[in-house]
């Protein structure tokens, strides 16, 4: 493949190429190399050869047993879906895409202060080959690491929180998308003061989104609604950011929460999950409201789409850390995000002095 793409032979690139891949996944693996002009150390990663002759295949199958199912079942619509993979599998599959979102990324956040991320530098990449600077830590669920080297879960609770709120919530932040388990790794690092003594790593940066602006404040405004238990306003944003009606409402409230409509009333942050609440969504589902999901999830924007699942993906990263705080603390990392964009937008509202009385009263008015 390297030949193939590059018009030349492995051997001019890399000194030394580990042969057996220190990870696979779908569409890729990651070989251990060492760059032949400087003897730096690298990760390789090369897609799977078959997938330039399988994935439109793939595609249209998909395609196709969607339309099918909707012919016969037409409550059950996941033309949409389909529409979504043809939008984000060929962009996963272009690896020069995923160097330059890396790159994108590692530069945004170069210029925000006291923040633990670590992207890998990208060397150079191909549709198909992607080289970058090889750092490696241990998986996010990894309690026994942390306890072994004194990292607290809290931290890398809120570290994280902080990272995925300022991609949402950040002025023309880029958003990673798949932050599961397998694309974020933690190592111990002593350089930096207790409790904050580890940096994360994030990987696999092959899918991403931007966020519309008005979309994001609309988000914001939502999610404080959402924190300070306020149903009028939470309903009033809903339709906002994705045109949910009152009667979708309390559905795409769990949705967004992850959480039972009935704690989402009474405020998401004073409690953690448990398995009885757990349980009772699993029946809700099995109970007809599958079919209310898959609508909803049709309509809403397909960028939104992508929120919510980044949005699950750090719920499931944050639950798995087992803090001692539970969720109290990265709803306090959420709100000061969104009163930050929110109050922003406040400020670009203003016009003339802000000590002039109108501006002032605004300002207040925002902050509080």
């Excluded at 570290?159 to 995925?164: E, M």
């Excluded at 966020?211 to 009033?236: F, G, H, Q």
């Excluded at 989402?264 to 999950?273: C, I, Q, S």
Aim: hydrophobic share 40%; net charge negative; aromatic share 10%.
């Amino acid at each position: 493949m390297v030949l193939k793409d590059t018009g030349q032979p492995l051997e001019d690139f890399f000194s030394k190429f580990e042969p057996l891949p220190i990870g696979a996944a779908s569409l890729a693996q990651v070989h251990l190399a060492t760059i032949k002009e400087t003897g730096q150390k690298v990760a390789v990663k090369v897609q799977h050869p078959a997938l330039d002759e399988w994935a439109p295949l793939d595609l249209a199958l998909t395609r196709f047993t969607f339309s099918t199912l909707k012919r016969f079942f037409p409550e059950y619509d996941l033309t949409w879906l389909a529409e979504e993979m043809e939008i984000s599998l060929p962009q996963e599959l272009n690896f020069e895409l995923e160097g330059k979102n890396a790159m994108r990324a590692r530069e945004y956040f170069s210029h925000v202060k006291n923040t633990p991320l670590i992207i890998p530098e990208v060397m150079w990449a191909k549709r198909r080959i992607l080289v970058m600077e090889y750092v490696t830590g241990k998986r996010p669920d990894d309690l026994e690491y942390f306890d072994k080297n004194g990292i607290d879960r809290d931290e890398v609770s809120a570290a994280l929180a902080r990272i995925f709120n300022e991609m949402i919530f950040g002025t023309n932040a880029p958003l990673h998308c798949d932050p599961h388990g397998g694309n974020i790794a933690i190592r111990v690092n002593n350089a930096r003061k207790h409790p904050h003594n580890f940096d994360v790593i994030l990987y696999d940066h092959g899918l991403y989104r931007d966020i519309p602006l008005n979309l994001r404040r609309s988000y914001a405004k939502l999610w404080l609604a959402v924190i300070d238990a306020n149903e009028p306003n939470m309903r009033k944003y809903a339709y906002d950011v994705a045109g949910i009606t009152d009667a979708q409402f309390p559905l795409f409230a769990s949705a967004i929460t992850g959480r039972d409509y009935r704690v989402v009333e009474k405020g998401v942050g004073n409690v953690p999950r448990s398995e009885q609440e757990k349980e009772a969504i699993g029946d809700a589902l099995g109970d007809g409201m599958l079919q209310e999901l898959v609508q909803l999830l049709g309509q809403v924007p397909r960028v939104m789409l992508l929120i919510l699942k980044t949005n699950d993906l750090t719920r499931s990263l944050d639950e798995n850390l087992h803090t001692r705080q539970g969720p109290v603390r990265t709803f306090l990392i959420l709100a000061r995000y969104a009163s930050r964009t929110v109050f922003d937008e406040q400020l670009e509202s203003l016009s003339g002095s802000y000590l002039w009385p109108r501006n002032l009263l605004t300002l207040l008015a925002a902050w509080s």
